[in-house]
């Protein structure tokens, strides 16, 4: 099937949203029924002594779990703090923190103690980007001069009245959020919603089927059955696993049938390609450590551009640790996500 679909469902009785991209699964959200705190949620915690062993500080948080905040410069041991989860903890751990709050909606991002606004750089028109720097400037005017704004790529297709009315929504819950610092650790903005979060942060697509029995209907039910399996197939009878472990995340990619000279570098180049996918939908990040098919040494000059190409293109934070002396290659990615398999345990 040609074209976008945002399909919004149920997937074992919990708010899912996918997007399907000429009948491939783009991205996939599904809503957790067992963290309390998840990533994006933004709440007051009460901040713990400094460890200097570890660079930071614990911060008590509304559920009675702990989190690490590593930006404590001029804050003090048992005052109320204003963070924002930007992870998930594995079990035992505690929950990652920041003070760099921010608050998305589908056209703009405010970022409290970050101020300046700036344009998307996906909008190239400069006559667009002097339109929407307008628009800020007069939903801004008399706000809090610590306040910062982000404007996203969608309001290039959004009329001034919609930017405008998004950005003081947004202004006036950073002001409240702000002006709430006292008092015991509390949840004061939860993490948005599948749905709400398919509205913010996809862009706009040919259809989107809200009915019940989408997900069956765009083969998003099938698509996600894949995802809980290791193995991904690949052109050429090539194929990769990915195995996600405590430590780190495992991938492995093989030939297959093909034994001609350049078998490996195929294989490889498609794997990488495909890899920042099958991260994103399977909620999979920190270290990543690729066994890739042999392959002769002059050829990791195009591994490394493929990786560069296509990490780039993910959009989110990966930084290419390159070889180990064993020839695998190592980067890591930021945890955004919760793993789809906890998810759907």
């Known amino acids: 099937m040609k074209g976008s679909v945002i399909a919004l469902d149920h997937y074992n009785g919990r708010e899912a949203a996918a997007l399907m991209v000429d009948g491939q699964l783009e991205d996939i959200l599904i809503a957790a029924s067992d963290v309390a705190l998840a990533p994006e949620t933004l709440c007051r915690g009460k901040l713990g002594r400094p460890v200097k062993g570890l660079g930071g500080a614990f911060v008590d948080l509304p559920d009675g779990s702990s989190g690490f905040l590593r930006q404590t410069k001029g804050l003090r041991p048992g005052a109320p703090v204003l963070v924002q989860v930007t992870g998930l903890a594995e079990d035992g751990k505690a929950v990652p923190l920041t003070t760099r709050l921010l608050m998305k909606s589908r056209f703009a991002i405010v970022t409290p103690d970050a101020p ?5 750089r996906q909008i190239s028109d400069a006559g667009e980007v002097r339109r929407i720097a307008d628009c800020a400037a007069q939903a801004m005017a008399g706000a809090n001069p610590t306040l910062g704004l982000i404007l996203r790529s969608a309001c290039e297709t959004a009329d001034d009245a919609e930017i405008i009315e998004d950005i003081i929504r947004m202004r006036a819950l950073a002001e409240a959020i702000l002006a709430d610092l006292d008092g015991p650790p509390e949840i004061l903005l939860d993490a948005p919603t ?29 698509a996600i059955d894949a995802l809980l399996q290791p193995e991904i197939a690949l052109p050429r009878g090539a194929s ?18 093909d034994t001609s000279p350049a078998a490996g570098l195929k294989a490889n180049i498609a ?9 994103r939908l399977r909620g999979l990040g920190g270290q990543v450590v690729i066994d ?54």
């Open 116 to 120: 300046g606004q700036n344009v998307s």
């Open 194 to 222: 599948p749905h709400l979060a398919a509205w913010r942060d996809w862009p706009e697509s040919d259809t989107v089927d809200d009915a019940a029995g989408s997900f069956a209907r765009h083969g998003v039910t099938e």
């Open 240 to 257: 990769m696993v990915v195995e996600p472990t405590r430590a780190l995340v495992a991938v492995d990619v093989n030939t297959g049938p």
């Open 271 to 279: 794997s990488i390609r495909e890899l920042p996918r099958q991260l």
């Open 292 to 345: 890739l098919a042999p392959c002769p040494k002059k050829d990791r000059q195009i591994i490394e551009q493929t990786l560069r190409a296509s990490f780039r293109s993910d959009g989110r934070d990966t930084v290419l640790a390159g070889w180990t002396p064993l020839g695998n290659f190592e980067l890591t990615r930021k945890r955004d996500r919760i793993p789809l398999a906890r998810l759907l345990e």
